[in-house]
């Protein structure tokens, strides 16, 4: 099968350039250092700032908030754990909150935090998820766990919640769990909402925002962290104190413009887009529903180009790897270690048997998703899945 009829399920990891971003990208691609007192250095600095400028105006924040970085992974550790060294040095605060369904990008900036080899004496409070990884606010436990953050805050160091799981694509309610949690360190994992949701940094409440330039179609190794006027941070990067002195290194003009051009396509064309990206993945959930035993993780409200499921008796990486031989990128949703598929920390914190969790299997399409594209891999499905528990577990 050639590259063009190759069909690409895995927009959750990463989306294809939008052109928009590769032509503002081009259009300054020899600008310069926008650190520099000069013409070149203006010019750059200008282009940066009104990059800068049109992120905050489509995410209802402040220029001075938009804080570029490298990454959401960047984004989510200097939120992290600036927030929570800061609570601990001018507060006195070391506990921090959290769900165990985290991308690992904050999941491990808390486990570094908490249990790592150096003492920082932080302690980690579990925030509960429901059976499909959602925290319900609703829940007995969960309610009395955010009114004690609201009623006793002093020894909070922070409040972490992701806004959508990078796996299931369920959406959690973040405005509500935020809510009242004014006087704590609070931050969002965004990196799969921005360009897919609306947002509104100031209504949500939250002190810290972090985003992924490549999931919404604009560069890679581009990002940007939200962080509140208010947000008290003390930056683990060190360095020329640029972008507020929260993430020092010479800034990415070229990343930035094609950053804003991205999120202001995305954010134009979002109702369009999701509705044919939400028609693609039910054309592909109406078959997988249909086969043997299967457990689909993905329940609304969800993200509407995600569908995750485990098919018990298969391997996850047998699924993958036949759906690769076939001509479909997708993905199993969990990180592999040294090639070794472990289970999905995200399925096994939602209570799911390891057994169930290895034969995991994440599709997930986006604007380029054809529906030819969704029926074609609804028909690969049930044999390819017949295929694997054939073939059996490792």
């Known amino acids: 099968m050639n590259q063009q009829s190759r069909i690409y399920a895995d927009y959750a990891a990463s989306a294809p350039l939008r052109p928009e971003a590769a032509e503002a990208m081009e259009r300054v691609a020899t600008e310069l250092n926008p650190a520099g007192q000069y013409k070149t250095g203006r010019d750059a600095r200008r282009i940066l700032e009104e990059s800068r400028e ?24 200097i939120a992290i754990q600036g927030q929570a060294l800061a609570a601990a040095a001018h507060r006195g605060a070391r506990t921090i909150v959290s769900t165990n369904t985290e991308h690992p990008a904050v999941l491990e900036s808390v486990q570094w935090l ?7 004496g932080f302690r980690h409070r579990e925030l509960p998820v429901d059976a499909y990884g959602r925290v319900d606010p609703r829940d007995p436990d969960t309610a009395q766990l955010l009114a004690e953050l609201r009623d006793n805050p002093s020894d909070t160091a922070l409040l972490t919640c992701m806004w959508a799981n990078n796996e299931t694509g369920n959406i959690n309610p973040v405005a509500t769990i935020l809510d009242g949690q004014d006087s704590i360190a609070t ?83 979002m109702e369009r ?29 969800a993200l509407p ?14 699924l993958i790897m036949l759906l690769d031989a076939a001509g479909v990128d ?11 598929n472990r289970a999905s920390h995200v399925l ?25 594209d ?10 390819i899945v017949e295929q694997a528990r054939t073939a059996g577990m490792a």
């Open 54 to 77: 049109q992120i905050a105006d489509l995410l209802g924040a402040d220029p001075v908030e938009v804080v570029f970085t490298s990454s959401g992974t960047e984004a989510d550790n």
């Open 273 to 301: 887009e999701n509705l044919a990206v939400r028609a693609a993945r039910d054309a592909i959930a109406e078959v997988a529903r249909t086969l043997d035993d299967v457990r689909i993780w993905t329940e609304e409200p």
């Open 114 to 120: 908490c249990d790592g080899p150096l003492d920082f």
């Open 330 to 340: 997708a993905s199993t949703g969990s990180a592999c270690s040294s090639g070794v």
């Open 187 to 269: 931050h969002v994992d965004a990196v799969q909402v921005v360009g897919h949701l609306p947002i509104d940094f100031h209504s949500l409440g939250a002190k810290t925002l972090a985003a992924s330039a490549h999931k919404f179609g604009g560069p890679r190794s581009t990002g940007f962290l939200l962080a509140s006027r208010h947000a008290d941070i003390l930056s683990p990067i060190r360095g020329g104190g640029q972008e507020r002195g929260l993430r020092s290194g010479t800034v990415n003009v070229q990343g930035a413009a094609g950053t804003a051009a991205a999120l202001a396509s995305a954010m134009e064309n």
């Open 305 to 318: 180009g995600h569908l995750h499921m485990s098919l018990p008796g298969a391997e996850g990486d047998s």
């Open 348 to 372: 096994t914190a939602m209570g799911v048997d390891v057994a169930v969790a290895r034969g995991a299997l994440r599709l997930t399409v986006g604007k380029g998703t054809s529906i030819p």
């Open 374 to 383: 969704a029926t074609r891999i609804a028909q690969l499905l049930p044999g």
